[in-house]
């Protein structure tokens, strides 16, 4: 793709970013990098044989980068749940990767979901339904 990349290793991910301080890649770039390291990803797990447990992996674009990070948002959306004792029902996960090459996309199947652009939108968002969500003290 003759990006002007670099390799950034991390303990649980590998991603590529831009190199110096004025390169941007573009979206579709990101994109195209993000569906096709999925891709290789998967044809190497049903390589790796029935038998074998698949790792669970999420490959994402960061807006000027792309991550592949072992496990994924759902696994943390669902262990959340269990140790709360929530219904997926009774949960909203807040992200703003929720297309299929987003991070947040696998916790579609497991809560209900709120898309936001912005932190000040994550804010406004969560003082609205802050007040609808706690438990009056006479029902806990």
Known sequence: MGL?????????????????????????QLDECVLSTQQRLLEYQQMSGP????????VFNGGN?????IGNKLIGVQVLQKYLGAAPDATVHVGDQFLSTGNDFATRSSCCTLWIISPEETEGVLNELTPLLTIPAEDA
């Open 65 to 69: 980068d792309v991550f592949v990070d």
């Open 4 to 28: 002007k990349a670099m390799i950034l290793r991390k303990s649980r991910a590998v991603g590529i970013v831009p190199v110096g301080n004025a390169t941007k890649i573009a979206r579709e």
């Open 51 to 58: 038998t074998k447990t698949a790792i669970p992996f999420c």
